[in-house]
């Protein structure tokens, strides 16, 4: 079935330095899925950050980007500058429509801790 | 404030017990569901609801049991609960069943299995 793997269960980034937060995808379908981060701040829940439905595309919000790559099955995400209020986990995660499935497929997560 | 609600934050239960994890939003939307994430795994989808109507189940366990009592809330009924059970119950909504792509999460509940 389809997946979704990030390989940093932690990352610490001090502030004003850049950030990259690996995230691989495998799609069983012929498709091309969509692809997702979401984040969780300390004490709240998942909340939509970026998507990106068209391979090759860049998406962006709040100084984040990740651009969908289908040759590496990646969607890396990068900041160039944190700050201490990035710090949250960050939810890789794809849905592949053309299986069938409207679900939404997770990644473990990554805890990003932004130092002062 | 938050518009997804999952009462209480945090459940300790013994093995054998049952609990009733609470969930209501207040955005409106149609769809429901329920995720759970365990340690270091990946958050995984539990079911998803339209119009109160259950739309997918990828749990295995009918120990596992969603109830809607109206629209707007997902209540999760676990029944003889096991450790392996511990983890964090998402709930989330979207305006659609169709648009599940984009998801509003609740703070969770952190649920503990002795």
């Known amino acids: 079935g389809d997946s979704v793997t990030q390989t940093e269960g932690q990352v610490t980034v001090s502030e004003s330095k850049s950030l990259i937060i690996n995230c691989t995808y495998s799609a069983t379908s012929i498709g091309y899925p969509n692809l997702f981060w979401y984040v969780r701040y300390p004490g709240e829940g998942l909340q939509l950050l970026l998507k990106?439905?068209?391979?090759?595309q860049k998406g962006s919000s709040r100084g984040f980007e990740a651009t969908y790559n289908k040759e590496a099955t990646s969607f890396h995400l990068q900041k160039a500058s944190v700050q201490e209020s990035d710090s949250a986990v960050y939810y890789c995660a794809l849905s592949d429509t053309s299986s069938g499935s409207w679900q939404l497929i997770f990644g473990s997560g990554t805890q990003l801790t932004v130092m002062p | 404030d938050p518009k997804i609600i999952q009462k209480p934050k945090y459940l300790v239960a013994v093995t054998g017990s049952e609990k009733i994890l609470i969930c209501e939003q207040y955005l409106g939307h149609n769809a429901m569901y329920w995720y759970r994430q365990s340690a270091k795994k990946p958050l995984e989808f539990m079911f998803s609801y339209s119009y109160q109507k259950l739309m997918d189940n990828q749990t295995a366990s009918s120990r596992f049991q969603p109830q809607s009592s109206k629209k707007n809330h997902l209540d999760l009924q676990i029944t003889a609960l096991k450790p392996d059970d511990s983890a964090t119950y998402f709930c989330?909504?979207?305006?659609?069943?169709?648009?599940?792509?984009?998801?509003?999460f609740g703070a969770g509940t952190r649920l503990s299995v002795l």
């Open positions: 989330a909504s979207s305006p659609h069943w169709v648009s599940q792509n984009t998801l509003y």
């Open positions: 990106v439905i068209t391979a090759g």
